[in-house]
């Protein structure tokens, strides 16, 4: 079956520089997506990548190797309202669905 | 203008009664899905329609029920509700074949089962 792994938690500074990782099995793979969800509210689309590379979106990036399973979300000049979790799902099937990995909650600090 | 809007955003509710929840997109997509999210913040994948047909049908129990209408609509309804019933409810829209694949989530629906 599919499965994702990626911290559960990470902690950083204002202004800081923060990765978080992904790994991926699965089959059918088309890509592999960040979402952003804030306490309460409803996961947000960050970034999706469907080759290998590096794709930037202002203050985050995001990076995938399909030969290692692995991506991951790179968040730059954190600020406080970056607190939130955030998910890395894959794509896949025939129905592109997507797979979300349990989360990580960032927690930047002042 | 709401692009995924759920109702109602809040259900609390006893054991065994029977509950529905609406979803509705305006922004033309052909795919609706429903995701559970647990009080771990998991965010599962239930159902998901495209252009009215079931494409997903996750290991869910018979309990639960969906119905689309027409594109723009993805109702669930929930027989018997038990406590485990208890989660947050998302609704999401998406155009199947798009680059992207980008999913738009409705707010969420938090149902508590007493």
């Known amino acids: 079956g599919q499965s994702l792994e990626q911290p559960s938690e990470v902690t950083a500074v204002e202004g800081a520089i923060v990765q978080i990782n992904c790994t991926y099995q699965?089959?059918?793979?088309?890509?592999l997506s960040w979402y952003q969800q804030h306490d309460g509210g409803a996961p947000t689309f960050l970034s999706y990548n469907a080759l290998d590379g590096l794709e930037e979106t202002g203050r985050f990036s995001s990076f995938l190797s399909r030969s290692d399973s692995y991506g991951y979300l790179l968040l730059q000049e954190l600020q406080m309202k970056d607190s939130a979790s955030y998910f890395c799902?894959?794509?896949?099937?025939?129905?592109?669905?997507?797979?979300f990995g349990s989360g990580t909650q960032l927690t930047v600090l002042p | 203008d709401t692009a995924v809007s759920q109702t109602p955003k809040y259900l609390v509710t006893q054991m065994g009664n029977d509950k529905s929840i609406k979803c509705e997109q305006n922004l033309g997509h052909d795919t609706m899905y429903w995701y559970k999210q647990d009080s771990k913040k998991f965010l599962k994948i239930m159902f998901s329609?495209?252009?009215?047909?079931?494409?997903i049908n996750e290991t869910v129990p018979n309990r639960f029920s969906p119905k689309s209408p027409d594109k723009a609509h993805l109702n669930l309804h929930i027989n018997s509700l038990e406590l485990g019933d208890s989660a947050v409810y998302f609704c999401?829209?998406?155009?199947?074949?798009?680059?992207?694949?980008?999913?738009?989530f409705g707010p969420g629906t938090r149902l508590t089962v007493t």
């Open positions: 999401a829209s998406s155009q199947l074949t798009s680059g992207s694949g980008e999913q738009y």
């Open positions: 329609y495209n252009n009215k047909e079931l494409i």
């Open positions: 699965t089959s059918g793979f088309y890509g």
């Open positions: 799902a894959v794509r896949e099937g025939s129905a592109r669905q997507l797979t």
